[in-house]
């Protein structure tokens, strides 16, 4: 039997507590954790791969790859740039998975404020296959309107991400 690797989860962000959770994945062949990675971490590659990003910056300077306790910001699902700081950050190794997680938040009055964690885990599977897992939890107003709506655009979000980065990556 075979377990794969799981995001580690901050209590504050444990998916089901918050007011948005959603989890994608893919498991491709023909493609390596490594090659995936640089397209994940190098915020450079992101527009020309998934339509839902924008206004990337590194307001302390930096970039455009990310890494350990990186700051930068970005819009996405219409929210003006949100200030983001990578919280986890492991590229991946010879039997040890990538991690990169970010927390996310946008401030103001309680109608406005969101706080998220996005997660991505990436790994090399048996056969020539590669594992990319995202989730995220949101908290807030914003967050808890976007789960109500049909389609869930953070879903399906998520999933053009997920198939740009491995479109992108299979180049």
Known sequence: MTTQNAIDWPEK?????????????????????ARVWHFLVDTSEWEGY????????????????????QVFSFGTFGFPPLDAHVVE????????????????KQDGKPEERLDVLHAWLVEDL????????????QIGEPAAALANERPNPMLNGHQAWLDGLVSAAAK
């Open 13 to 33: 962000y444990l998916p089901g507590t918050g007011d948005n959770f959603v989890s994608n994945e893919v498991i491709v062949q023909g493609l390596t954790a």
């Open 126 to 137: 048996p056969g020539g296959r590669v594992r990319i897992l995202t989730q995220e939890t």
């Open 50 to 69: 998934y339509n839902n990003v924008a206004d990337i910056s590194f307001p302390q300077g930096g970039g455009p790859q990310l890494t350990d306790d």
């Open 89 to 104: 950050f492991q590229a991946p190794a010879d039997g040890v998975p990538g991690r990169l997680s970010w927390t996310a």
